[in-house]
């Protein structure tokens, strides 16, 4: 797989980005986050289920909305080695949050690093996928902004094709929760993967992870000098 790229290698670029989804017993749901994938050791992802951009285009092998929507139609790409980690930062966002605002969306691609758009053109794709695109979002007394003329209203977006920046949300191409790649079921009946500690032995590294409090202080007496991995900017 050779869609998710390689650049700053020290989660500060974000075009690695993939999307990791695992079950989480407690609520009972299935979450999804978009991480670095550099910074993301490959053992971590035990009882993991992985997306990488290769993952997104649906069952009749056409290009997904946040592709075809966010970057094609838009001219959200030039050199390209940002748009992955764009399409998978969007990818996941929409998973979670089908009807993102533009706050949201903005907030989830502050960490995509592009040196050729100046992130208009990708952020205008991008809020197709938010109701609040170019409208007043509900706020005029009157009605929403969509239904009175262009001037009036109290945003000022404008694309450029001339139309409102609100104009394309309802003619967007739709996703369709069947056509999305579905989290494998074993990891949903295997209790263990979260339940169990976990050791895997390489020939330079040993990776330990517990699963309790008691078992984490046990396992930092028996290796003190070992490297607790949190966020791990460190690698």
Known sequence: MTGTKSSCNQGGCGVCTVMISYFERQSGTIQHVCVYSCLVPLCSLHGMAVTTIEGVTNIQKRLHPIQSESILRNHGTQCGFCTPGVVMTMYTLLRNKPNPTKEEINSALEGIICRCTGYRSVLEGCYEFSKENGCCGGAKTNGCCRGIPSENCV???????????????????????????IFPPALLTNKEFHSKTVVFRGDNHTWIRPTTMKQMLASMAQFPTATIVGGNTNI
Do not use: I
Request: aromatic share 4%; hydrophobic share 20%; charged share 25%.
């Open 155 to 181: 945003t000022e977006n404008v694309v450029p094709n001339g139309k409102s920046a609100g104009d394309n949300y309802e003619s967007r191409t739709s996703m369709v929760e069947t056509q999305e790649p």
